[in-house]
């Protein structure tokens, strides 16, 4: 026999309360309890139990008709002999919850003035009531620590920290005098869910005094204890501290950092050419860096100072993820697999490493675009994991699953809050210009979450010239059919025509090297999704993908022959570059390296300036940037004079009917001297057919799959020169070699 004593809340709002209470699984009658006394929380029941498990619920008596609450609770003798309730939940607390003390906005007019340079307070809005959250750990400029924590189904939330000994009344040896307990505010939708405190304690610059967690009580799952307390990492922190057991989170101070990029502007869509790359794997292998720096930010930040990416010519790095990842500590370091959406991958280096190396991009004209993986999370670590329980596997943050993790549930407010406030964090703290969302395709990720960002970061301001870019597979056309409303996609239906063309088979079972929808891919893939050339991003390699080389050698023993391999890959990117859109190559395939999928590890040619495959894409990159008629934009080039068809299988005989040759001519804003012709064959033959130049003159063969030739000052070329073309328009008995491209220029008229 145990005597419990169980307490309701005034909110119930019962004139003449009762406890009803029955055995779950026992044929034993119901029995009633009446009010033992009132306190100041509300009534109390006191009952003597022979049992260690029962549910209750209460009523009302005061009426003609017994008035029930709809919510039914259980008690286990785990919660300890006094348990409380509160309205709404039918949780059992083993600690009296904290009442409400305000609005978090409340807060607002104190904290604002003493925010630091270059910091970001978190303000994203759900509920449309202007409530600014604040949450994560803010370092003001009092020398004090603002935290907020977002919790609904808490009683109590202390916040511990090595500054505080860990103290907490679940501490094995518990000293009150330590105990930091947060404040209750109501938040989102005018609910009591933000927790917050303000305490000098943490010093960033200290790490004896920069560790911090939150110790829940209730609304979580039984620990080992059987008691409904957990230890939990801040959904917001920037960094987790260097005990991979512990996983601390650690208050950082943003504003130390000393920026030099005042000058820097992030590129419009039309200019970007963008690098993927991998941290780690970019620079782990590199013979010529120091061991303490090669894999880090620190080593590709050295890259950067030398030159190679403007050496290259692309205009944007595109970071594979920088967050926190447990793959991070593999051979296979992707990081597709995020324990927190704002921390930074602690074997990359520091959170002010990282700034450095987005600085160093900048003043070496590099925009920096950040991965994002939002569809899922990590399954080895994972602080959102029943963080708040609700009943469901996971819990508050998740809704089912993806074949690589757990799903965040981005179709909910709150979650989205806090995507979006990593986005902004991102961009306020480390001056990031833009993101690529991993896996957006609609079964992992809620669309309407990613317009609310897209209005968020773009239409309010607060980025307005962000670049936002989903890796929409399979494609589906509501994020941009209307024309270009913010985001741009990975063109899968490019990738693989391309690939399947190379391959001179079938790529992935679904796409083969017919010459259907040739022409579709390279005008921005418009039949497919896109109704803007800023919608489409092109590649044909990628973290994903096999290299092209590799890729090809799986069709067969023709494709194996070195020159042959090279002289595809050479094609997949020379495309890569002519296709209308944004194009995107990975790191190595600037030289031809040859990799099977997901390896990230790059074996670096010995003397990469003197490399030819290098010196060819740098020159491609290059005429890319350099002429307009190679990156047409707009919603509709063709019907606007900007761009017209001379090649493709859908023509006559003698333009490429039925056979994978493809070829137009670019005119962007009316100028003859901007005029252009792309040419691509990539049937494993030569074919002959006849050109219609759009203008009469001189063409000058800027480039071809083996090499680049420019005008001066760039190159040497010249009309002079023994490939170019003089003619009066027509032009007939062209030869395309076997897997070819070639780039003509207009020159000059006719003398």
């Not at 904290?111 to 759900?126: A, G, M, S």
């Not at 239906?493 to 090297?513: M, P, V, Y």
Request: net charge negative.
């Amino acid at each position: 026999m145990h005597h419990v004593k169980i307490h309701a809340p005034y909110s119930l709002d019962f004139q003449n309360p009762f406890l009803h209470l029955w055995y779950p699984g026992h044929n034993e009658s119901f029995q009633e309890y009446p009010v033992s006394s009132w306190d100041d929380y509300g009534p109390v029941f006191e009952l003597d139990i022979n049992r260690n498990y029962f549910c209750f619920k209460f009523g009302d008596k005061s009426g003609t008709e017994i008035k029930w609450e709809y919510l039914e609770r259980c008690y286990g003798q785990h919660l300890g002999l006094e348990v409380w309730t509160v309205i709404g939940h039918n949780e059992v607390f083993p600690q009296r919850p904290a009442e409400v003390v305000g609005s978090i906005n409340d807060l607002c007019a104190e904290i604002y003035p003493l925010l630091r340079e270059n910091q970001y307070l978190p303000d994203t809005d759900v509920s449309g009531q202007g409530v600014v959250a604040m949450l994560g750990a803010t370092y003001l400029k009092d020398g004090t620590t603002l935290f907020g924590f977002f919790h609904p189904r808490a009683a109590q939330v202390y916040l511990v920290g090595n500054f505080n000994d860990w103290q907490s009344p679940y501490h094995s040896r518990p000293d009150p005098t330590k105990f930091l307990p947060m404040k209750l505010y109501r938040g989102y939708h005018g609910q009591p869910n933000i927790w917050a405190l303000r305490t000098a304690l943490p010093d960033p610059a200290d790490p004896k005094k920069n560790n911090y967690q939150f110790l829940i009580v209730g609304g979580v799952p039984l620990n080992d204890k059987q008691q409904p307390v957990k230890i939990a990492q801040d959904p917001y922190a920037r960094r987790y501290g260097p005990d991979y057991n512990r996983n601390n989170c650690v208050v950082i101070d943003p504003s130390v950092y000393q920026w030099h990029d005042q000058e820097w502007q992030t590129p419009a869509v039309d200019r970007l050419i963008l690098y993927e790359l991998n941290v780690y794997g970019f620079t782990d292998q590199a013979p010529d860096l120091p061991a303490e720096i090669a894999g880090t930010f620190r080593g590709l930040c050295q890259r950067i100072r030398e030159g190679y990416f403007q050496e290259l010519g692309v205009t944007a790095l595109a970071l594979m993820p920088t967050s926190e990842a447990p793959t991070a500590l593999s051979d296979n370091r992707l990081g597709y697999d995020p324990s927190g959406f704002m921390t930074i991958e602690r074997d990359f280096g520091t959170c002010d490493e990282f700034r450095a190396l987005v600085d160093t991009a900048h003043q070496h004209g590099l925009a920096v675009i950040v991965d994002q993986v939002f569809n899922h999370t990590s399954n080895y670590f994972n602080p959102l994991w029943q963080l708040i329980y609700d009943g469901t596997e996971g819990g508050f943050y998740f809704s089912g699953s993806t074949p690589w993790g757990n799903r965040v549930a981005t179709e909910k407010e709150e979650v989205q809050n806090m995507l979006i406030d990593a986005c902004k964090m991102f961009i306020k703290e480390y001056r990031i210009d833009g993101f690529r969302f991993d896996a957006t395709h609609s079964s992992w990720m809620d669309h309407t979450f990613l317009r609310r960002l897209a209005y968020e970061i773009k239409d309010k301001g607060f980025k307005s010239d962000c670049i936002l870019i989903a890796e929409n597979l399979p494609n589906e056309p509501d994020l941009n059919l209307q024309g270009y409303n913010g985001y741009a996609q990975w063109c899968d239906a490019f990738h693989d025509k391309i690939k399947a063309l190379l391959r001179e088979g079938i790529f992935r079972d679904w796409t083969d090297n017919s010459p259907t929808h040739l022409g579709s891919i390279f005008y921005f893939s418009k039949d497919f999704f896109a109704a803007h050339t800023n919608n489409v991003v092109n590649y044909c390699e990628s973290h994903d993908e096999n290299s092209v080389p590799y890729e090809v050698a799986t069709r067969g023993d023709g494709l194996i022959w070195a020159p042959a391999k090279e002289r595809k890959a050479r094609l997949g990117l020379f495309a890569t570059m002519v296709a209308l859109g944004q194009p995107m190559i990975y790191m190595g395939q600037e030289f031809g390296v040859e990799r099977p999928r997901n390896r990230i590890d790059l074996d670096w040619p010995v003397f990469l300036r003197e490399n030819h495959y290098y010196q060819w894409t740098a020159g491609l990159i290059r005429l890319r940037r350099r002429y307009p008629g190679l990156r047409v934009s707009g919603y509709d080039p063709a019907p606007e004079g900007k761009f017209a068809w001379l090649l493709g299988p859908w023509l006559g005989e003698k333009h490429g009917r039925g056979k994978n040759v493809i070829g137009w001519a670019t005119n962007p804003n009316g100028k003859p001297w901007e005029r252009m012709v792309v040419l691509l064959n990539f049937e494993p033959y030569e074919v002959m057919v006849d050109l219609e130049f759009p203008l009469p003159g001189f063409w000058v063969k800027l480039a071809d799959i083996d090499g680049v030739n420019d005008l001066p000052p760039e190159g040497e070329n010249s009309l002079d020169h023994p490939t170019t073309i003089k003619t009066s328009g027509h032009f007939g008995g062209f030869v395309l070699p076997s897997s070819s491209g070639f780039i003509y220029k207009w020159e000059a008229p006719l003398h």
